[in-house]
DNA sequence: TGAATGATTAGAAACTTATCAAATCAATAT
DNA sequence: ATATTGATTTGATAAGTTTCTAATCATTCA
């Protein structure tokens, strides 16, 4: 039986989406914070406290506790000697799936063009041309993220780019000068 | 002005309360792991098809996927020549602080003593001295940890520790010696 | 002002982890 | 059976993190 050839996706355009959840999550995966928010759930404290509560080094706390607070996990304030941590209580009630999960709530023109392209490529190759023009242009505006901005093309050079993702690259070709997507200038193609 | 000592609690006697959920932070805290677990979300999948999305090897897939399931946060299935693996959706309701937070299901004593403190300390100061016995006890027994025990203290020294924690350390003071939580012997205090 | 002390930073060492290539295992179709 | 192909394991490497010591900074009190 033969299996499909899985052609690559080319390597996941969202790692920003991911990257603040990724950071929150990072910054939980370690047995000394956990520590230190679970003595900060019970009551405020401070450096040279906590680092005798877990006995470690003040400089470590310290480490930990400014990591926090970049993140806004924490918060500090200067008391007399003192510079009291305590909890910002308000990021504990999320669940998983809330930090897990991408937005998917962008705003509604992400979203539709999320759809578009999610149904009209499959695997990276674009299955057909959308005939509305708004879903064309969309289509197109996604294949023209392989062409570097401000380089010149041969019609060659493009046609081989296009035909990664569609078999008619003569008309994908023309359509993207059609919706002003890449102009040409006698022999040469390029994004506008 | 001399400032407590912190005697040292001795380590974190709760490691493995600890150790579960860590293990579950730990596991979520990786970019790869949550790409692969946004894809499982949406649809079951395989080790080859996930590689070939992720732009990763097998080989890396396979390990994030062993390490989840043997976390129970994936599960696989054999469906002809693939491994099918789905996700676990149950895991993704927690929020962050029942993952975090240490079973104080302790005793409900401990959880009194806990939320009388949480109303009586602000920024580790004593907002008010309580006026009712038993929760003025648990507010001095509180105050009483900042001095080392069977060490001697003279009474200049007893209120600049009180001193951290409330202005009138002289009513605090007499009232710790009066609950029997400090004895007074001449011009020496100490715990009892 | 200067002495005391808590907080922070810098740099180094130890540890953990993600990733890949190559070898092996497991199931299926011929 | 055996060739095929997806899944897994192993061993090596590279990258990232935690922790410490030592030095420095910042604040308060005398």
Redesign the interface.
């Known amino acids: 039986?033969a299996?499909s050839a899985?052609?690559?996706?080319?390597?996941?355009e969202v790692y920003e989406q991911?990257e603040e959840?990724?950071k929150l999550?990072?910054l939980?995966?370690?047995?000394t914070r956990?520590?230190i928010?679970?003595i900060l759930?019970?009551?405020?404290?401070?450096v040279?406290?906590l680092a005798?509560?877990?006995?470690l080094t003040p400089a470590t706390i310290c480490y930990h506790l400014k990591k926090m607070e970049a993140a806004g996990v924490v918060r500090s304030?200067r008391?007399?000697?003192?510079i009291?941590y305590?909890l910002n209580k308000e990021?504990?009630?999320?669940?998983?799936?809330e930090?897990?999960?991408?937005d998917d709530t962008a705003d509604t023109e992400e979203k539709y063009k999320k759809e578009v392209l999610a149904h009209f490529f499959k695997?990276g190759k674009l299955t057909q041309i959308p005939s509305q023009r708004k879903k064309r242009e969309i289509v197109l505006a996604e294949i023209a993220k392989s062409f570097e901005k401000g380089k010149d093309y041969g019609e060659k050079e493009v046609n081989e780019i296009i035909h990664l993702f569609h078999e008619d690259h003569c008309t994908i070709r023309r359509e993207m000068i059609a919706c002003g997507i890449m102009e040409r200038e006698r022999e040469t193609y390029r994004l506008i």
């Open positions: 039986m299996r899985l052609p690559k996706r080319g390597k996941r991911v959840k990724l999550l990072k939980l995966a370690d047995e956990i520590e928010l679970n759930m019970r009551e405020d404290s401070y040279e406290k005798c509560d877990l006995s304030a008391s007399q000697f003192y009291i305590s990021i504990f009630d999320k669940t998983l799936s930090i897990i999960k991408k695997y």
